[in-house]
């Protein structure tokens, strides 16, 4: 690795350099602020999103709440078992930290001790993201791009080669795609059942059936209720 890097013939390698390079340049205050946002700043925003379009649904209180508040309980789920399958990877390929390989990074956290491949934080922020895209476009695509911006931090970092993030980001999406309709069909029965309860309904719906208005959490839900309503009113 180190002499692909020397000769410029790995790509993967050039482009840490370039990236890390921009953490040489800036002041100290602006590393502090970078480890910082890297480490828990950008996770810590998705799950704001997530906890918002929460609140949001539940407050709402439309006909279907618990399949979108399954939706949402997805999102976390799917980052948690992502990195669960991330595991026996990051066994299988044992890929050092860069530093570890390279010389003359600008290695902004210490005490990073386990392999590279695949980025735990890469494949955290984007599962989480895309689960909650799934769920609702308009905070899934702001998710997303905090999603990106944190496995750009994670190489200006000097932490993660780029396809340690490119790697995470794959295969949190993956686990949150491929395993989201198993996941609708486990969760939805059970959020069903909890807004029935006259103890913890709340944390499905805040309000009556029906009361509240604006875009449905799941795409196309709130189409079909409207449909609904035509019908009943030619009837």
């Not at 689960?131 to 944190?150: C, D, E, I, S």
């Not at 989201?180 to 944390?203: D, H, I, N, Y």
């Amino acid at each position: 690795m180190a002499g692909l890097a020397e000769s410029g013939s790995n790509p993967d390698v050039d482009l840490l350099y370039d990236i890390n390079g921009l953490a040489k340049d800036a002041p100290p205050w602006f590393d502090r602020v970078m480890e910082f946002v890297g480490e828990y700043g950008l996770l810590l925003g998705i799950v704001l999103l997530v906890l918002w379009c929460w609140w949001t649904v539940r407050r709402r209180g439309d006909e279907d709440a618990a399949s979108s508040v399954a939706a949402l309980a997805w999102a976390p789920l799917a980052a948690g078992i992502a990195v669960l399958v991330n595991v026996p990877i990051r066994g299988f390929v044992e890929r050092p930290r860069p530093f570890l390989d390279h010389q003359g990074l600008e290695v902004l956290v210490s005490g990073k001790t386990d392999y590279s491949f695949v980025s735990d934080h890469a494949t955290l922020v984007m599962a989480m993201a895309v689960g909650l895209f799934v769920a609702n476009r308009k905070f899934g695509l702001v998710a997303l791009v905090l999603a990106v911006f944190g496995g750009f931090i994670r190489v200006y970092m000097g932490v993660h080669y780029p396809t340690d993030v490119i790697g995470g980001f794959a295969l949190g999406t993956a686990v949150a795609l491929l395993l989201s309709p198993v996941a609708m069909a486990l969760l939805t029965p059970v959020v069903r059942a909890v807004e029935r309860s006259p103890r913890v309904g709340w944390v499905v719906r805040a309000g009556g059936r029906g009361a509240g208005a604006g875009d449905a959490v799941i795409p196309g839900a709130r189409s079909e209720r409207a449909g609904a309503s035509e019908r009943d009113l030619a009837a």
